[in-house]
Nanobody, 120 residues
Framework: QVQLVESGGGLVQTGGSLRLSCTASGFTLDYYVIGWFRQAPGKEREGVSCISRSDDPLYYADSVKGRFTISRDNAKNTVYLQMNSLKHEDTAVYYC?????????????WGQGTQVTVSS
């Protein structure tokens, strides 16, 4: 089955860190850009970061610059999102996709996501 699976979320206190993983199954991530997105309750899904095929970050949302780092390990078929200095407003369900823009991803291609909850 071809899919991306997000993991690594959890409950963390303000100022804490988490590392999210986006692992591909059924295909090789090497050939694709991968984006991280998030959706907080009552809000639209927004882009957080995106990484090129050659491991270069293509963008970070202004709200996460300097705190989040995107990277990839093609040998493990996985893209990571290291999140440091977490804030309450980072609380959301985090998703990954083969895209840098959420609007280009058909609804049926979004996975379950991983919940990140930052307690204040």
């Amino acid at each position: 089955q071809v899919q991306l699976v997000e993991s690594g979320g959890g409950l963390v206190q303000t100022g804490g860190s988490l590392r999210l993983s986006c692992t591909a199954s059924g295909f090789t991530l090497d050939y694709y850009v991968i984006g991280w997105f998030r959706q907080a309750p009552g809000k639209e899904r927004e882009g957080v970061s995106c990484i090129s095929r050659s491991d270069d970050p293509l963008y970070y949302a202004d709200s996460v610059k300097g705190r989040f780092t995107i990277s990839r390990d093609n040998a493990k078929n996985t893209v990571y999102l290291q999140m440091n200095s977490l804030k309450h407003e980072d609380t959301a369900v985090y998703y990954c996709a083969i895209a840098c823009l959420a609007a280009t991803v058909p609804d049926k291609y979004w996975g379950q996501g991983t919940q990140v909850t930052v307690s204040s």
